[in-house]
Nanobody, 123 residues
Framework: VQLQASGGGLVQAGGSLRLSCAAS????????LGWFRQAPGKEREFVAA????????SYADSVKGRFTISRDNAKNTVYLEMNSLKPEDTAIYYC?????????????????WGQGTLVTVSS
């Protein structure tokens, strides 16, 4: 499967952005999906994940209550709605797909990765 992330940009603190990740290739609904991010000089970290059906989600504590992950299997797209953005949310955001639906917050279990989209939050 190939993943294409989009929707990043520059936003002021307190603002919102919605990231999208479009998938092509094999059956989209077979994959668990996740979002990760990597800030300058830091390691990649888990942000959010969603189950194959979309009925279950998981979030990092740092984004819980501010970010929402969702998916539209008919459109082969996963979304990350980001509200109340903070300067510390500045990072490159990556979407990832997991064939077995068991990866959740474990980046090494994801099989496919998108190219990333940059989110910059100004103070």
């Amino acid at each position: 499967v190939q993943l294409q992330a989009s929707g990043g940009g520059l936003v002021q603190a307190g603002g919102s952005l919605r990231l999208s990740c479009a998938a092509s290739g094999r059956t989209f609904s077979n994959y668990g999906l996740g979002w990760f991010r990597q800030a300058p000089g830091k390691e990649r970290e888990f942000v959010a994940a969603i189950s194959r059906s979309g009925s279950s989600t998981s979030y990092a504590d740092s984004v819980k209550g501010r970010f929402t992950i969702s998916r539209d299997n008919a459109k082969n797209t996963v979304y990350l709605e980001m509200n109340s953005l903070k300067p510390e949310d500045t990072a490159i955001y990556y979407c990832a797909a997991d064939l077995y639906g068991s990866a959740w917050n474990l980046d090494y279990k994801y099989d496919y990765w998108g190219q990333g989209t940059l989110v910059t939050v100004s103070s």
